[in-house]
């Protein structure tokens, strides 16, 4: 049993701890809730304080296995960790029945009208619970340690599909009162953010021999068919971790709004939109999501403290399948420009080195503000040096090993050191690389012919030379232009090459954010026309950061992101919030709800900034 707190959670050592979930949950489109129960079982049947994490959730009652009512109380709202529902387990007693519906408040919900879909015909909702969101949906142990199985039968207006991160066990309609219930069955424990949510008018396809797609009608085919290499991805996973541990893989393309690129739900993938380009190009999002079905789902960090194991593992072996499926260099190309990215989140936090670290201590703070590419990109760089030092054959035994020795846990950076340093003791500077700020200085180089076929053109205009770029090159090249660039070079570039309006958004939003650095007009207004339609963070990010860091375009950050605050995910608004706050920007510049006009125009008076 592991001693070691959990700083996200109300879960101590040595509590009855929830080990699976039963959930009913009816879904309500007009009022935008769920009304719940939840039969929670639990590891121990001593009895005992039992503190369940929440956060908005309005409880109805609690009762025992044979019905008598539980007392419980609902403590102070904690701005990170939500509040806590306190209750004396009996002893003797190892489950607890919870009714309860969620609130508008819940941050790991987001209800679309018919408007915001590509049909334009149904609501749809779903569900986003990492990285501690899951307790606005579920009263539970919401951490990474405690993992959990769950059953869950969930009703729905009649004419809408549910679909949960699980296998489908039942469908049932009522024409009494015109729903439909599905039932799900997912026995094997993960951590609670993977139970997902989504109800809405999708359909699926059939694009591999373990796997469906599902999304909205209108959108599917060409979904099927930028994701029909998915088997080719999942036979590369399994070449490095081992057979495949969750049955069948199924994905979802989400609404625009979703705010990540994608999530590693066993049973139900989620991906954005912005990859379905029609050249495959952005497949490679599908394996990172597919590395951590071993990586974050089977072996698990202990917390947010211990993410690294989650990140650092996925995007190691990202780039393994990457380089299995469509070579070296390209895999090599992701990891270079990633470099990039990972040394813009360390000047981010130039004043706040601890979280440049691997192992951190997030005690306080929100893991979602605190969020970079430290975890993926230092962790999958780490790994990566380690393959070096011992040799790949060597290497790659001690990989397999390590997810069939943990499977299903959760483990803290300390047992992994204990566990590595019984492979390859001293083999390269663990502490160093888990404890240190920044980079090591054995950070291994990296380069990609990408690369040096685009450093040729430097900060220059291609030419005849350069007309059969792929998607790859003009990625290298526009990430490595520098900003100002004078308005004759964007135009002469944009003309030539449509870039304002490229179908690929690494490369737009690449190109965009060079011009809106550079004052380029046209930039800046199609900046502004894409952030009403994407909600993927990654491009929220560099965009807002990008028109707020200039006087000229600060106002237009700020009407644009009022206008569009409630198209966003409760998360990406709070981790695009936090960006603003970051350059003392007022809470009022860009806040319908704390005293601005409601209007759709910015604050841009001095008090825009504090």
């Known amino acids: 049993m592991h001693t070691e707190t959990d700083p996200h959670s109300w879960l101590r050592p040595g509590m009855p701890r929830t080990t699976h979930v039963d959930w009913d949950a009816t879904v309500d489109f007009e009022r935008k809730r769920l009304r719940c129960s939840v039969t929670l079982t639990f590891d121990h049947a001593d009895g005992g304080e039992v503190v369940l994490d929440t956060r908005q959730l309005r409880i109805h009652g609690m009762a025992r296995a044979n019905g008598e009512p539980l007392a419980f109380t609902v403590g102070e709202t904690d701005e990170v960790l939500g509040e806590p529902l306190r209750f004396e387990l009996p002893a003797g007693d190892d489950t607890v029945r919870i009714d309860y519906e969620t609130t508008e408040d819940a941050t790991a919900l987001q209800w679309l009208a018919p408007e915001q879909t590509s049909a334009g015909t149904h609501d749809f909702l779903f569900s986003q619970c990492q990285t501690i969101h899951a307790r606005s949906m579920i009263p539970l142990h919401d951490s990474m340690s405690a993992k959990v199985g ?75 068919e930028e994701f029909s290499g998915v088997e080719d991805l999942l036979v590369a996973a399994e070449n490095l971790y081992g057979p495949y541990p969750w049955g069948d893989l199924d994905l979802i393309v989400m609404p625009p709004s979703y705010p990540y690129g994608g999530l590693e739900n066993p049973g139900l993938t989620f991906l954005s939109p912005t990859l379905v380009l029609g050249d495959k190009s952005e497949v490679g999002v599908l394996s990172h999501e597919i590395a951590h079905h071993w990586s974050g789902d089977l072996v698990t960090g202990h917390s947010m403290n211990h993410f690294w194991v989650n990140e650092g593992f996925t995007t190691y072996a990202e780039r393994r399948i990457t380089e299995a499926t469509v070579g070296v ?128 053109v430097g900060q220059g ?84 950061d990008a028109l707020a860091d200039r006087e000229e375009t600060l106002p237009l950050a700020l009407s644009t992101y009022r206008a569009n605050r409630g198209f966003y995910h409760p998360i990406a608004r709070t981790v695009v919030e936090s960006r ?27 008090g825009a900034r504090v």
Do not use: C
């Open 580 to 606: 603003f706050e970051h350059l003392g920007i007022a809470p009022s510049a860009y806040r319908d709800d704390t005293g601005d006009t409601g209007d759709g125009s910015a604050d841009t008076s001095e």
């Open 150 to 224: 769950f059953h869950a039968r969930v009703t729905v207006p009649d004419g809408y599909t549910a679909l949960m991160s699980a296998k489908s066990a039942s469908e049932t309609a009522s024409p009494a009162d015109g729903t439909r219930t599905y039932e799900f069955e997912a026995p094997q424990p993960r951590p609670p953010y993977l139970i997902v949510l989504v109800v809405g008018n999708v359909t699926s396809r059939r694009i591999g021999p373990r796997s469906l797609i599902w999304a909205e009608p209108d959108e599917l085919p060409a979904a099927a």
């Open 329 to 456: 260099d390209v895999a090599d190309l992701w990891t270079a420009l990633a470099i990039d990215d990972l040394r813009a989140d360390f000047a981010y936090f130039a004043e706040n080195p601890e979280l440049t670290r691997l192992r951190k201590d997030l005690t306080g703070q929100d893991p979602d503000t605190t969020s970079s590419w430290v975890a993926h990109e230092k962790g999958g760089l780490f790994l990566r040096a380690l393959e070096e030092k011992v040799g790949r054959e060597r290497f790659d035994a001690f990989f397999k090993q390590f997810f069939a020795d943990f499977a299903y846990r959760s483990l803290t950076t300390e047992e992994f050191l204990e566990y590595i340093d019984g492979f390859f003791p001293g083999a390269i500077d663990y502490r160093e690389w888990l404890y240190g700020d920044w980079l090591p200085a054995d950070t291994p180089k990296v380069a990609s012919r990408f690369l040096t076929e685009t450093e040729a």
């Open 461 to 544: 205009l291609p030419g005849a030379a350069q007309a059969d770029w792929t998607a790859e090159h003009w990625k290298a090249y526009l990430r490595r232009l520098t900003a100002p660039k004078d308005a004759d070079f964007l135009e002469t570039l944009d003309r030539a090459h449509a870039l304002t309006t490229s179908v690929n958004l690494e490369i737009r939003v690449a190109w965009l954010t060079l011009g809106v650095r550079s004052g380029y007009a046209p930039a800046v207004m199609a900046t502004a026309e894409l952030l009403a339609g994407v909600g993927r963070m990654k491009y929220l990010k560099v965009l807002y």
